[in-house]
């Protein structure tokens, strides 16, 4: 009876505190997709070491100051960290050799030509080679152009040939699909977990990784893995794309791009998600990876005829709003000594990253048409003000409120959820010329229309 009892104690634990897998993981460059699938792993129930080589970083890390704005990731940093489940560091020796599986989490920034920069992928796989001492799976994580885990798996042999020593490894790949903003979310329920290798025992370790987060695993060969993270932001860049100009087409027949995009996501060839019309993406990754793509595609003589034209539409549209905002005051006296008042800086909602955001060209614009600018944001400012402190006729709000005053338009760029709650009617009374120009189909031209603005907005006709 006693037996039994143990047993069913045992049963009962073992399915309410849940048994994970427990990998000792290190992760190597600990940026967005670094800190997050690292925390993430650590959450179920791994020993994590977080490595990069920004010694700042780590010591924040190690005071439990997060570099990047997630929602929900310093909670998650600070318990993991408490439960000892993850390390940061700048050690690659001690940290090597006290882990199994190795996740390449480097950055894979564009060349000016747009090709990949792989120098530091190829500096993360010089110094495995130079540490490494037994068998480790070495994964790489980062968005790489097709064939780069060989060319690691070449690096780091080469590194081990240098030492005379005879070190065994197996390579993988595994990109990361999560969106900055809901990042956690993203890597803890993920839509599907691609892992690239034909070595059954890697295969087995990484399903036994990955399969407390989905069901949905799906294994293939590495060249396949590494090309479908391209395929799989492309085709949402194509999206965007497609969406802006069939956007702008709207605007000068003057139909309204939002009622179209309700006409076409109940086809379920096409999908309801991802059909909002804009001022382009942005990003470290989008812009990025399909200029990437481009190269991979003429590396092998294919002509990139569509991803060429993806990159191009969106490059005119993130000027877009700008030169509505110029042809409006064109016959007004010009941009030149007029206010304006940017709410949103970050390239989208939820993160303080400022790579390549739109908000960036919008500014650069104005300025150069002499215009004076207002810049607020909820979480950016700080990262904007890096970018933008050496430029002159700016001025730094930390309420959008007040960054209306005295404006002579809102010019809405990135969606935040606050600016639904501003009253509008209140503010349109502080401003000089009550206009708004919204560059994300945000608000309600007709509720505004009717607290007495002006309303121009990509893919909305301007009398409506
Ligand atoms: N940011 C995203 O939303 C996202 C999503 C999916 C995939 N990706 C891909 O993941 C990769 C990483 O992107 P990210 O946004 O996290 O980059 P990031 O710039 O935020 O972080 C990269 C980190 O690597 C560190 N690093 C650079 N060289 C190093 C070295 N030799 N040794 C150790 N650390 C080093 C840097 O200091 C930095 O902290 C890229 O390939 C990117 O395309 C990014």
């Known amino acids: 009876m006693k037996t039994l009892i143990k047993i069913f104690i045992f049963i009962f634990l073992a399915t309410s505190i ?85 996740f390449i ?63 065994t490894f197996d390579v993988a790949s595994n990109s990361e699909f999560l969106k900055e903003g809901e990042a956690i979310h993203d890597c803890l329920k993920p839509d599907r977990i691609v892992i690239g290798t034909e070595n059954e025992n890697v295969k087995n370790t990484l399903i036994n990784i990955h399969k407390d987060f989905t069901n949905n695993l799906i294994t293939m060969d590495i060249l396949s893995a590494e090309i479908t993270k391209y395929a799989a932001n492309a085709m949402l860049a194509l999206k965007i794309s497609f969406m802006n100009q069939i956007a702008n087409i709207c605007k000068n027949v003057g139909a309204n791009v939002e009622n179209v995009k309700k006409g076409i996501g109940p086809d379920k060839r096409i999908g309801k998600h991802f059909l909002n019309a804009g001022i382009g993406y942005g990003g470290s990754c989008f812009p990025k990876d ?75 614009y104005l300025l150069k048409k002499g215009a004076i600018l207002n810049l607020y944001d909820p979480i950016a400012m700080d990262n904007a003000k890096k970018i933008l402190s050496n430029r002159e006729n700016i001025n730094w709000y930390s309420d959008p409120k007040d960054a209306a005053i005295g404006s002579d338009g809102i010019v809405l760029v990135t969606e935040w959820k606050e600016f639904n709650s501003i009253p509008l009617n209140e503010i349109k009374n502080t401003m000089n010329d009550p206009n708004i120009f919204d560059g994300r189909a945000f608000f309600n031209p007709k509720e505004l229309k009717k607290m007495g603005f002006r309303y121009i907005g990509i893919g909305m006709p301007d009398e409506l």
């Open 105 to 167: 989490c480097a950055p894979t920034p564009s060349n000016e030509d747009g090709s990949c920069n792989l120098s530091y992928v190829k500096a993360i796989a010089k110094e495995i080679g130079k540490n490494i001492e037994e068998y480790k799976i070495i994964v790489t994580k980062s968005t790489v152009p097709v064939g780069t885990t060989f060319l690691i798996q070449k690096i780091i042999k080469k590194e081990i040939s240098k030492r005379e020593k005879d070190i």
């Open 290 to 364: 399909v200029q990437s793509l481009s190269f991979i595609a003429k590396d092998v003589n294919i002509e990139p005829t569509l991803l060429n034209a993806i990159h191009r539409v969106n490059e005119e549209q993130k000027e877009l709003l700008a030169r509505y905002i110029d042809n409006y005051f064109e016959n007004r006296g010009g941009l030149k000594g007029r206010t304006f008042t940017i709410w949103g800086l970050s390239f989208k909602p939820n993160t303080d990253d400022m790579r390549n955001a739109p908000s960036l060209v919008i500014i650069d």
């Open 18 to 102: 849940h048994i994970y897998p427990c990998e000792k993981i290190l992760v190597i460059g600990t940026g967005y997709v670094g800190l997050v699938s690292g925390t993430c792993f650590a959450e179920k129930g791994n020993i994590v070491t977080c490595l990069d080589i920004d010694e700042e970083k780590i010591n924040n890390l190690n005071s439990l100051i997060i570099p990047i704005y997630e929602p929900g990731l310093k909670e998650l940093v600070e318990k993991n960290v408490k439960e000892n489940k993850l390390i940061f560091t700048t050690d690659y020796k001690k940290a090597i050799k006290e882990s199994n599986i190795l």
